[in-house]
């Protein structure tokens, strides 16, 4: 453990034997998952691998899935909604409400996780400034760049303090110091006991960031470890493929020069 600090023994997340299909397309095969509270995960995998359907299972926003749920020891299944809570959520496509004023969109997130409006007014406009977008409290969400709206979709999953954060591909679009910060910031909310679950197909941020990486490819986890121990596979040969896809190893010289060659050619 990196940081040192004791991470408390109680599971934060568990997934048994997890199986989703979309009419006949099978996508996730059995996945089984355990997270402890403290932790930061990087769950990674190629695009289409099964990710998002994943985090959107336990969050609820996909039903009819085999297998077993269960966040901060409760099996969702059984559950009144009450642990979504205790959940903060960036979603990968950030449907957010363009024609909402970032303080209008981020008071609406607070009220319905049930915090009263002026601690949410307070909190969102503190927390806009520190991610340097404070000047656009009152501006309209359609008037922001990408990454503006990433640091929007971050502050709503933080503002009602969650004890786990679920972060689908968050940092697209944001520039490196931001990033810097976010890693701080996820490093200091795990030595609270916060936990989180950071989901992306590309291996740059995660592996800086993650106490333990979990491999997804085609719906079924192929490798749960630090970087270190991946990396061990790796040179073991069977995550080859895999791991170079992620880390983007795979963009070789040859295909450069195919493209170039390919502009350059004679028609
Ligand atoms: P990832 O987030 O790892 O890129 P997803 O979980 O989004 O992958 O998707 C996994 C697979 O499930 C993909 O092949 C995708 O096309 C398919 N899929 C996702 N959502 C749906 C849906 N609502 N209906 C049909 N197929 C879906
Ligand atoms: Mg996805």
């Not at 099964?50 to 969702?76: A, H, P, Q, R």
């Not at 909604?81 to 008071?107: C, F, N, W």
């Not at 307070?122 to 990454?147: D, H, Q, T």
């Not at 030595?191 to 740059?204: A, E, L, Q, V």
């Amino acid at each position: 453990m990196k940081r040192g600090i004791i991470v408390e023994t109680k599971s934060a997340l568990e997934i048994k034997d997890l199986r989703k299909s979309f009419g006949s397309k099978n996508v996730l095969n059995g996945v089984n998952i355990e997270v402890y509270r403290g932790e930061i995960i990087g769950y990674i995998g190629p695009n289409g691998a099964g990710k998002s359907t994943t985090v959107k299972l336990i969050l609820g926003l996909l039903e009819d899935y085999d297998g077993e749920i269960k966040v901060l020891g409760e099996n969702i299944k059984n559950s009144d909604g009450s642990y979504k809570k205790r959940i903060g959520y960036v979603p990968e496509v950030a449907d957010v409400y363009e024609s909402l004023t970032a303080k209008e969109y981020l008071t609406f997130i607070g009220q319905l996780y049930g915090m009263e409006y002026d601690d949410i007014d307070k909190k969102a406009k503190e927390l806009m400034e520190v991610f340097n977008v404070g000047e656009s409290y009152n501006s309209r969400l359609s008037n922001f760049s990408k990454g503006m709206k990433q640091k929007v979709m971050i502050i709503a999953s933080i503002l009602h303090n969650p004890d786990i954060l679920f972060w689908d591909e968050p940092l697209s679009g944001l520039d490196a110091n931001i990033i810097m910060i976010v890693k701080e910031l996820l490093e200091e909310l795990a030595s609270k006991g916060k936990t989180i679950f950071y989901s992306s197909h590309i291996m740059d941020v995660v592996e800086k960031i993650s106490d333990r990486i979990i491999l997804i490819n085609e719906g079924t986890v192929i490798a749960d470890g630090t970087f270190e121990e991946l990396k061990l596979q790796i040179n073991e040969g069977s995550l080859e493929n895999i791991f170079n896809e992620l880390t983007g190893f795979s963009m070789h010289k040859e295909t450069a020069k195919k493209i170039i060659s390919i502009v350059e050619g004679e028609v």
